[in-house]
């Protein structure tokens, strides 16, 4: 049962999306908590218990790129870290679910996705871009393919583009990697393109990314927020609902759907 206030506010937010004519969502790890997979801050966080990488990681990377896949592959083979098995676990939450939902019936247009973890795709989103990339592919840093990670065997490290023998990293963009700019210059057109913002499970502390809903904001768009806590875009926040993704995207889009004409 939700609260007054935030029924009051869900109410609301239904009618921005109603009236609105091109919605478009951000996400962040806090859409996919309840699908068992730990955010990166606050507690509980991935960076509360191993600290926040170094800005410096891409650079070690491309400094020695067999040496740090030698090590990941030790990790992965040591089991170091326990949490990159809840992934395996993880099925899409109502929060996923929903959001595919409202693509479905054409209320939302496009979704940006700070998340690797693939879930909005297995509920059946289908516009979709992964701003930090996806865990699941490789990417060349010279030609930039993108290749489904369980094709290699890594046996050969690094790993090798098949096309142009290129340096093959993780898709999942790494402190101190610039955004691919094809998913960049695509995230940018959306968020410009869009008069509603639904913002859901971010802390927006993490550039680019974070400057997107302001793209919609300048441009006079609603923005959305869906967080129990407070981020830091609440200040620029139109409307803020103050719960679960999984309790509360399900009901917003319950009311845009039951009431949409
Ligand atoms: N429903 C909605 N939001 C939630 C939930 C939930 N059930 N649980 C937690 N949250 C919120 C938290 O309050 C927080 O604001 O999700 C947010 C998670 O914040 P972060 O852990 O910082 O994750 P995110 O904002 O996605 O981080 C951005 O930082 O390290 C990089 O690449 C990483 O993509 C990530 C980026």
């Known amino acids: 049962m939700l ?22 969502a951000l996400t962040g790890a806090g859409v996919s908590v309840e699908s068992g997979i ?5 507690p509980g966080g991935i960076w509360t218990k191993y600290g926040e990488p170094s800005p410096l990681d891409f650079k070690r990377f491309t400094a020695d790129p067999r040496a740090w896949w030698e090590s ?28 595919a939902r409202l693509e479905l019936t054409g209320v939302l247009r496009h979704l940006i996705t700070q998340n690797v973890d693939g879930l909005h795709a297995r509920a059946g989103s289908r516009r979709i871009t992964e701003i930090h990339g996806n865990r699941y592919r490789l990417r060349c840093l ?4 993108r290749f489904p990670r369980h094709e290699f065997t890594f046996e050969q490290l690094p790993p090798r583009c098949p096309p142009c023998g290129g340096v093959l990293k993780f898709d999942t963009v790494m402190f101190g990697e610039p955004i691919p700019p094809d998913a960049l210059r695509t995230a940018r057109a959306e968020a410009l393109r869009a008069d509603c913002m639904l913002v859901v499970g971010t802390s ?40 679960a993704a999984g309790v509360v995207t399900p009901e917003l889009a319950a009311l845009v759907e039951g009431v949409r004409d």
Request: charged share 25%; proline share 8%.
């Open 38 to 42: 730990a955010p990166f801050r606050g």
């Open 72 to 99: 990941r592959v030790a990790d992965e083979r040591e089991n170091r870290r326990p949490e990159w098995k809840d992934f395996e676990r993880a099925q899409p939450n109502p929060a996923h679910i929903a959001l």
């Open 142 to 145: 010279d030609c930039g393919e």
């Open 204 to 243: 927006a502390v993490v550039h680019p990314a974070a400057e997107l809903p302001m793209l919609t904001r300048q441009n006079g768009g609603v923005i959305i927020e869906i967080n129990p806590e407070e981020s830091a875009l609440t200040r620029a926040c139109h409307l803020s609902l103050r719960g």
């Open 3 to 24: 609260g007054p206030d935030l029924a009051r506010t869900l109410d609301l937010a239904a009618a921005a999306v109603r009236q609105a004519r091109y919605v478009v």
